[in-house]
């Protein structure tokens, strides 16, 4: 599978790299919702969140979370900090490669989420536990 994270580790379209080991690099995404924003991926071509095995998901969100903190100690604006991971085109992936997405926000950044009117209408205690227990049904940890 390529993708334009294969290419990016394969040096085959530049990138500004954080950090990389064995397992997983962070780099600078292209079209930033503000400045810091940064991707962090596993060096394996894996499409789906999970799929990764435990050892790289683990390694992958402790460089998030270092990560993070440096864009904290740094002097990138930075009042709040998202992690967005998107799984699937229905979700937003638009590349088929995992990765995890750590962009700063401060007040009045003009990023926002939209939520559809049904967000707006809590479902009853029943139907929440009908969801629950259809997911416990494939919970295998």
Same mark, same amino acid.
């Given at each position: ?12 379209? !530049?990138?500004?790299?954080?950090? &990389? ?14 400045? +810091? ?34 864009? #904290? ?6 009042? +709040? ?6 799984? +699937?085109?229905?979700? +937003? ?10 962009? !700063? &926000? ?11 009117? #049904?967000?707006?209408?809590? !479902?009853? &205690? ?9 997911? #416990? ?5």
């Amino acid at each position: 599978m390529s993708t334009i994270f294969t290419k990016i580790l394969a040096g085959e379209v !530049p990138a500004s790299f954080v950090y &990389r080991d064995d397992e997983v690099a962070a780099f600078m995404d292209i079209q930033p919702v503000n400045p +810091g924003h940064v991707l962090v991926i596993p060096i394996a071509p894996i499409e789906y969140f999970y799929e990764l095995d435990d050892e790289t998901c683990g390694h992958l969100f402790q460089v998030a979370k270092k990560t993070l903190k440096a864009i #904290r100690d740094s002097e990138i604006p930075a009042e +709040g900090i998202n992690l967005f991971l998107a799984d +699937g085109a229905s979700a +937003g992936q638009e590349t088929a490669h995992v990765h995890l997405h750590i962009f !700063p &926000r401060f007040q009045d950044d003009g990023f926002e989420l939209k939520f559809a009117e #049904r967000y707006f209408q809590l !479902p009853s &205690r029943t139907d929440l536990d009908a969801v629950a227990y259809q997911i #416990r049904q494939f919970l295998k940890l």
